[in-house]
């Protein structure tokens, strides 16, 4: 047994693109004794996680972390970047999958104006597409943010951020990039600084390998500037209240303090792999899965260009029964994700990011493998 599969008590089991399966460590970390979170011991905790969480984003700015999933944080970002309709600003949402248009409806939700620039589900924004919608949203330059989905989970397309972020900016500098990189950081290469990124945010259930229930958000000077002039800010996502608090190494409210000690200690098995070593991992268990779709006569959904790091979508082979292979994996205790929304029974998404090594994927494709249909 070589010593990365002994993070299990119990094989890894789930191959969908987030819930992951937690290393034993990380869940027995939330076992720890309780403490007040006015108390000297918090501060520790949150100066240990601030800290490391800032070299996983790649940035020398703050990290928020919330007690709420990602799309909370989708939701702050709007709330914080946005100014009211009044003013004549609005929000240009990146449209291509099922989160992409989650984050559009959260905005629109949020009472402010929003312009969706859409393409077809399996597609790829490239940065002249990107900065040619920010254009059109910015004619009056009265553009407040953009909004993109590095990673889109609905589908398996994985944008090139950095060269998003660079087009985006030179046809509309003062709108603020926002970024979902919920099924993507801490899988694939993103350098939050290096990229100009003004906010980047995660769950912790998807490739950090946590428990589900925090949200974490890298957030620039630039955005702080900017909340300083938006109304309707609501409160609990008020980053001006969180960057208050968090300057004394609390959070307002009370934060989800288990879940931050199985974060601490992902994040320390994360820093020890390193960074480099766990991206080129992902990028390698991409590989891995691709050539033996191929292999298999499946239908890869994605081009190379925009295939995605942490999940790969697929259909099957004329005549491929997905009902079959869901039995036969469920006899397994295993499962993968199921096409999402629209997708739903015509393609199936293998999911690989978190703590997640060859051997398992190979259990996985054995089982595929063992029905004809
Ligand atoms: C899972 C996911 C979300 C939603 O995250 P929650 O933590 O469930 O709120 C948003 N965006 C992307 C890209 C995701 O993969």
């Known amino acids: 047994m070589t010593p990365e599969t002994t993070l299990f008590a119990d094989d890894p089991r789930m191959f969908f693109p987030g819930p992951v399966d937690v290393p034993d460590d990380a869940v027995a970390a939330q076992l720890k004794p309780l403490f007040g979170h006015r108390s000297g011991r918090m501060d520790e905790l949150f100066s ?82 990107a900065a040619a919608a920010a254009d059109r949203a910015n004619s009056d330059g009265n553009l407040d943010a953009v909004c ?45 600084d290096d990229w100009q990124l003004d906010i980047c945010l995660t769950s912790s259930q998807k490739a950090l390998a946590v428990p589900p229930g925090l949200a974490v958000g890298a957030v620039s000077d630039r955005v702080l500037e900017r ?22 190494g609390t959070t307002p409210a009370t934060p989800a303090i288990s879940l931050v000690q199985s974060l601490l200690v992902q994040l320390d098995r994360i820093l020890e792999e390193g960074l480099e070593t766990r991206w080129a991992r992902h990028r390698d268990l991409r590989d891995l899965t691709r050539r033996w779709a191929v292999d298999r006569g ?25 009902e079959a292979m869901n039995q036969r994996l469920a006899a397994a205790d295993m499962a993968v994700g199921s096409g999402y929304g629209k997708e739903k029974g015509k393609s199936f998404r293998i999911g690989h990011l978190g703590e997640l090594r060859a051997d398992d994927l190979q259990r996985l494709f054995e089982v595929i493998e063992s029905g004809t249909v």
């Open 48 to 129: 240990a996680v601030q800290e490391r969480l800032r070299t996983v984003f790649c940035t020398d700015s703050r990290v928020y972390l919330l007690a709420c999933s990602g799309s909370g944080l989708q939701e702050a970002a709007i709330r914080n970047c946005v100014r009211m309709p009044h003013t004549g600003a609005r929000v240009l949402v990146l449209v291509c999958g099922g989160f992409s248009q989650r984050w559009h409806d959260v905005a629109v939700g949020c009472g402010r104006t929003v312009v969706k620039d859409e393409i077809p589900w399996f597609e790829a924004f490239t940065p002249d597409l």
């Open 148 to 192: 993109l989905v590095h990673n889109e989970t609905s589908t398996g397309v994985m944008h090139d951020l950095a060269g998003i972020s660079e087009a985006v900016r030179s046809v509309a500098p003062n709108a603020l990039f926002l970024v979902d990189a919920v099924s993507s950081l801490a899988g694939a290469e993103i350098r939050v």
């Open 227 to 248: 909340a300083a002039t938006v109304e309707g800010r609501g409160w609990y996502f008020d980053f001006l209240v969180l960057d208050s608090y968090l300057a004394r």
């Open 298 to 322: 499946f239908a890869l959904c994605v081009p190379d260009e925009h295939a995605s790091v942490t999940v790969t979508t697929l259909a099957g082979p004329p005549g491929w029964n997905l």
